[in-house]
């Protein structure tokens, strides 16, 4: 008997304690006693659990429970059983969480919202203070896991992230929490959390606009296969009618010419090549949800919130999936160019570093994968593969051998004790010129011999090395302000083909990013994602 109440005593200890749901107080006078009682089970609730009853882990029990400790347990968000305008505030931004790129569920947007329904539907002069104790601390937490989502975003740091830290400590979040709260500045004190950059600010807007145009629209899912069929034609057609791309009402329904131009407009809008065809890339596109749209420029978003508070008054700028480079200079964009990036399989690496020098005319050092995987079986089939790509074989001692001595056939993967080199040259697949910043991966930016690419719309087709379309430009705009060497003399030895390294007075800082979404004259701008990072993303952010 006396072991069947120990066991019965151990077990009560260890079960969890339970929340009251409900109790009605019927003079609002006693809710200042009250609602601390309940406030009070529910901090030492979430000591246990780490989540109230909507099962919505909490940002932090330890900010929570000083947060109400100085508050001496009384309601923050609530007077006399009234929301204060400061949980309107709230709430707000919990119901637009999309257009900051959050996701509203986890800031107890459904348990909010049914929250509200039953003190709305409250009649007569009782209140619930249980519902308000439980209102309070989910508001208490939504604003604190929100005011560190929007400083660092909800995706952990990577090798790049240039912030030294990655959380708001419990002490800021309790002092900005109290703070808004006093000043009922809940709008003011989470957006001056946000990053300041143009990118972010221009992503958000654009963001904004894409949700007022497509929110309430529907559209109908096309087969994937493409087939040239008057059927198929007016599926698409009937598509495109859907989210405004073509207008019919005129007549003119069956017009090939409508078709093609309405297609365009869709290409345009995502960046598609404009082909006015409906093929199989088009046809995916047209495909997606307005919710994974909303996903893509949220994972963005917290891109931006990777970055510091401020960067260098100089740098450059390169957006793998946009295909694109800009050059910064206190805060003004003064240059833009084309760029063509590594393919999937040899992607370009995301990294931080400085820009040293450039050089003109540069020989192209055959990275060892390239040598072996595509040159090596390339020159075994065609005796004359290295005179027709201008190409010298260099042994380990660093020689100009003769191609014709050394025995091809004997070579494989596993075995290539020479290294290959091409010669500078307009043939040089390095083009020109070759700009220089030190990293691991070995790769750099650098002019082309084959500029036609530049027109492509897809533009994920090199080793790693990022090619620039506007290299010249980029090496004036670099010695603009050195002393040591005019423009007129760069451009002379240029022009002679002379092969020189122009070592920098200032480096400049280069990143190169991955953004797939981004804001341009109030436009959402969506890039295919080639490396498949927005996946990624997504998991980690729980979207």
């Known amino acids: 008997m006396l072991c069947l109440v120990a066991s019965f005593a151990l077990f009560a200890c260890h079960r969890k304690r339970e929340l009251r749901k409900r109790e009605i107080v019927r003079d609002v006078k006693e809710l200042g006693q009250v609602i601390p009682e309940q406030l009070g089970e529910r901090i030492s609730y979430l000591a246990d659990n780490k989540t109230l009853d909507d099962k919505v882990p909490v940002h932090s029990v330890p900010a929570l429970q000083y947060f109400y400790q100085l508050a001496a347990n009384q309601a923050k968000w609530s007077v006399d059983g009234q929301l204060s305008p400061a949980a309107d505030s709230m ?24 929250a509200m329904q039953q003190l709305h539907a409250a009649t007569g002069a009782g209140k619930d203070a249980a519902l308000l104790a439980e209102v309070d601390v989910m508001m208490s937490d939504a604003f604190m896991k929100m005011a560190n989502h929007l400083r660092y975003g909800i995706a952990p ?16 979040l309790v002092q900005l929490l109290s703070t808004a709260l006093k000043d009922n500045n809940i709008a003011g004190t989470l957006h001056q ?33 493409y087939v040239d069929t008057p059927a198929f034609k007016l599926l698409v057609l009937n598509r495109l009618v859907q989210t405004g791309h073509v207008d019919t009402s005129n007549g003119h329904g069956a017009d090939t010419a409508l078709l093609r131009q309405g297609v365009k407009a869709f290409q345009k809008e995502f960046c598609l090549f404009e082909d006015g065809q409906a093929g199989k890339k088009t ?4 495909n997606r949800s307005f919710h994974d749209w909303m996903i893509q420029a949220a994972v963005n978003l917290d891109r931006w919130r990777k970055w510091p508070d401020s960067l260098p008054d100089r740098y450059i700028f390169v957006n793998i999936p946009g295909y694109h480079m800009t050059v910064w200079d206190s805060g003004q964009v003064v240059l833009d160019s084309r760029v063509i990036v590594g393919a ?8 931080n570093s400085r820009l040293s020098n450039f050089v003109m005319y540069p020989y192209w050092r055959v990275p060892f994968s390239i040598s072996i995987k595509e040159m090596l079986p390339a020159i075994q089939k065609d005796p004359h593969y290295l005179t027709k790509k201008n190409l010298e074989v260099i042994d ?31 043939e040089n697949s390095l083009g020109i010129m070759k700009f220089n910043f030190f990293n691991k991966y070995a790769v750099y930016l650098h002019d082309t011999n084959n500029r036609g690419l530049f027109r492509n719309a897809y533009r994920a087709m090199s080793h790693g090395c990022v090619r620039i379309q506007q290299w010249d430009s980029l090496a004036m705009y670099l010695i603009k302000d050195d002393k ?3 423009r007129d003399s760069v451009r002379a030895w240029l022009d002679k083909g002379q092969k020189k390294q122009i070592d920098l007075s200032r480096g400049i800082p280069i990143y190169l990013r991955y953004y797939t979404a981004e804001g341009k004259d109030g436009q959402m701008m969506f890039y295919e994602d080639i490396y498949g990072e927005d996946k990624v993303m997504k998991k980690q952010m729980s979207l």
Request: net charge neutral; glycine share 4%.
């Open 283 to 286: 046809i995916q596109v047209m």
């Open 193 to 225: 959390l946000e990053p300041a950059y143009e990118g972010y600010h221009s992503l958000k807007a654009a963001l904004l606009n894409f949700k007022a145009k497509y929110q309430s629209l529907h559209w109908d899912s096309l087969p994937t296969a």
């Open 396 to 426: 380990r001692d660093g020689n100009a051998v003769n191609p014709d001595s050394v025995p091809w056939k004997k070579f494989s993967k596993n075995y290539f004790p020479y290294v290959l080199r091409q010669m500078d040259g307009l």
């Open 484 to 486: 040591r060497f005019k």
């Open 157 to 172: 740091r990577d090798s790049i992230t240039l912030r030294p830290d990655s959380v708001l400590t419990d002490t800021t």
């Open 91 to 114: 709430l707000y931004f919990i119901d637009h969480a999309d257009e900051l790129g959050l996701p509203t569920e986890i800031y107890h947007r459904s348990a909010l919202d049914a």
């Open 344 to 351: 999937p399989r040899t992607r370009t690496p995301l990294l």
